[in-house]
Nanobody, 122 residues
Framework: QVQLVESGGGVVQPGGSLRLSCAAS????????MGWYRQAPGNERELVAN???????NYAHSVKGRFTISRDNAETTVHLQMNNLNPEDTAVYFC????????????????WGKGTLVTVSS
């Protein structure tokens, strides 16, 4: 099993900040990347930011300069610092891990958290 547990979602006013965290646990053999996706009602799930082994990061254009993704030293926890939030950021944010489970011979695959809701509203 690989489990991803998100925290930090909530309701903030436009211009406010939130910090999301995601902790990975379970039978993880290799983590190649971790990141955050989001999905608003009626929309497809989209990449927000991710960080790869080695430290390279990617950001969606809409959040670049406002959001920062980071990893703890153990590299099993990622954070998403979200600043200057606007209503268009309202979505369920899902933690993503791309890696291999220890208990299987399968290749790497995506694992997902259950999501944490971020609502930006006045």
């Amino acid at each position: 099993q690989v489990q991803l547990v998100e925290s930090g979602g909530g309701v903030v006013q436009p211009g406010g900040s939130l910090r999301l965290s995601c902790a990975a646990s379970g039978s993880i053999a290799n983590i190649y990347s971790m990141g955050w996706y989001r999905q608003a009602p009626g929309n497809e799930r989209e990449l927000v930011a991710n960080v790869f082994t080695g430290g390279d990061t990617n950001y969606a254009h809409s959040v670049k300069g406002r959001f920062t993704i980071s990893r703890d030293n153990a590299e099993t926890t990622v954070h998403l610092q979200m600043n200057n939030l606007n209503p268009e950021d309202t979505a369920v944010y899902f933690c993503n891990l791309f890696g291999r489970a220890l208990s299987t011979s399968r290749g790497p695959m995506d694992y997902w958290g259950k999501g944490t809701l971020v609502t930006v509203s006045s």
